[in-house]
């Protein structure tokens, strides 16, 4: 298992940004449980246990599969805050009718 220390490391560091955005996603859209951010953290944890678990040359394997599988609820999280933004987007413009120079005038310029 300290071979693997790094692994371990970024395979943590991946766990709690998830969990932080998963918190800050809910905040925001007022949405419970995120399904498919939760599934990848399950799956990624089983093969957190399966490379605990396992023999010297499989688990190696097991943690690149949890690493995935972790990167993957950081994307599902991302995802549905997107989603979320377009839907909101859609309302407003539907809305008030906006136009692409409505919008630009009431959008402040970032150089």
Same mark, same amino acid.
């Given at each position: 298992?300290? =071979?693997?220390?790094?692994?371990?490391?970024?395979?943590?560091?991946?766990?709690?940004?998830?969990? #932080?955005? &998963?918190?800050? #996603?809910?905040?925001?859209?007022?949405?419970?449980?995120? !399904?498919?951010?939760?599934?990848?953290? @399950?799956?990624?944890?089983? +093969?957190?246990?399966? $490379?605990?678990?396992?023999? /010297?040359? +499989?688990?190696? /394997? =097991?943690?690149?599969? $949890? !690493?995935? +599988? *972790?990167? @993957? $609820? &950081?994307? /599902? &999280? %991302? =995802?549905?805050?997107?989603?979320?933004?377009? =839907?909101?987007? @859609? !309302?407003? %413009?539907?809305? +008030?009718?906006?136009? #692409?120079?409505?919008?630009? *005038?009431? !959008?402040?310029?970032?150089?």
């Amino acid at each position: 298992m300290q =071979e693997y220390q790094a692994e371990y490391q970024e395979l943590l560091q991946l766990f709690k940004k998830s969990e #932080t955005k &998963i918190k800050h #996603t809910e905040q925001i859209t007022g949405e419970g449980i995120l !399904t498919p951010s939760i599934n990848q953290l @399950r799956y990624s944890g089983h +093969h957190i246990v399966r $490379a605990l678990l396992a023999d /010297d040359k +499989h688990i190696l /394997d =097991e943690i690149k599969k $949890a !690493t995935a +599988h *972790a990167k @993957r $609820a &950081i994307y /599902d &999280i %991302d =995802e549905a805050l997107l989603l979320f933004y377009l =839907e909101k987007i @859609r !309302t407003v %413009d539907s809305t +008030h009718k906006c136009t #692409t120079s409505n919008l630009l *005038a009431l !959008t402040p310029v970032f150089s």
